[in-house]
């Protein structure tokens, strides 16, 4: 069997899907996308077909390796995203060919079901305490919000408060058993963050997202010895080697690498490996479509640290087209008490509904991250 053709598509609301054909007639489907940055993306998987076409697909191992090091720069968002797709499409056909879905050829499953997560609140979270109540009643047990809207590195006291009474505004909405994770979302600079995790402290979340950005070793070290509420990062980190000091440092409870950014199934199960060396959860980042998903649930179901996963139904990027929408069949995934099952199919466990998915194509995105700025006048982090 040989790679003959990658076909990429814009799809609404914000995401690119990637079809790899082959000479026998078994197609794989990957997401290779970075939010606001889908085009370039897509450049960046069309320049690595060079290396792909006429390739065996079954040797992905070698395929990972041959695009990661024959190249000189390796690394980062765009590059190890275009990877991350080729290499979920590269698994969805080794599964179809071998009539299995991806968990049985990655050791089998340790789970049939995963919990999961609703987010509420938007960028600029407002309205939760009623968003919560409605999502406990669909049957999460869990939510994500954004904690707050920007903040200077040093910001004035009114705007803790406000963090403060979110969270407790979903606490009385919910229950005392109810997850709450608070996503810092990279906003908050060191001063501030070290104020809302002592702040915060008492609330006894679920974690805390990304209290400050990941390169900012110094400033975790600082806010990991301020709280005893679990820390989760990740969703910016890209590849086992971007995660080794975290781990080494003990500076994550939860690791959240992404499976469309962060070299796809073959890389993150690496990383899922080393994260239970050092007994850290894992929790993928995916507020993004189907196929991410799909991806993200084959490692879940192999990796005995995976305890809870994102997943985008209903979230506030979907405007317009939404998780279940480029799939022949959305009860694939399956909720219920707060949980997903498993896919069981061949490949990544879905079939993508190639009609529908070439029509929105048609229309594409031009999606990009809101831009933000401080009342000075000077940019402000998302």
Partial sequence: MKITRLETFLVPPRWLFLKIETDEGVVGWGEPVVEGRAHTVQ???????????????????????LMYRSGFYRGGAVFMSAI????????????????????NLL????????????????????????????AQAAGFTAIKMNATEELQYVDSADKVD??????????????AAFGIAVDFHGRVHRPMAKVLVRELESMRLLFIEE???????????????????PIAL?????????????LQEGLADIIQPDLSHAGGITECRKIASMAEAYDVALAPHCPLGPIALAACLQLDAVSHNAFIQEQSLGIHYNAGNDLLDYLTSPLVFEYSAGFVNIPQGPGLGIEVNEDYV?????????WRN?????????????
């Fill in 234 to 246: 990740g969703e910016r980190l890209y590849s086992r080697w971007d995660f080794k000091q975290i």
């Fill in 43 to 65: 450049a960046a998987v069309h320049e690595l077909a060079d290396v792909l076409i006429g390739a065996d697909p079954a040797r992905i191992e070698d395929l990972w390796q």
């Fill in 107 to 134: 050791g089998g499953a340790c789970r049939d079901r995963i919990r999961i997560y609703s987010w509420i609140g938007g960028d600029r979270p407002a309205e939760v305490g009623n968003a919560a109540r409605l």
């Fill in 162 to 175: 406000q963090v403060l009474e979110r969270v407790q505004a979903v606490r009385d909405s919910t229950s």
């Fill in 211 to 229: 209290p400050v950005l990941s390169e900012n070793i110094e400033a975790l070290r600082d806010v990991c010895r301020l709280t005893s509420t």
């Fill in 84 to 103: 991350a797709g080729i290499d979920q499409a590269l698994w969805d056909i080794k599964g179809k060919v071998l009539d299995t879905p991806v968990h």
């Fill in 358 to 366: 070439r029509e929105m194509a048609a229309l594409g995105h031009r």
């Fill in 370 to 382: 809101p831009v933000w700025r401080h009342a000075d006048g000077s940019v402000a982090e998302w």
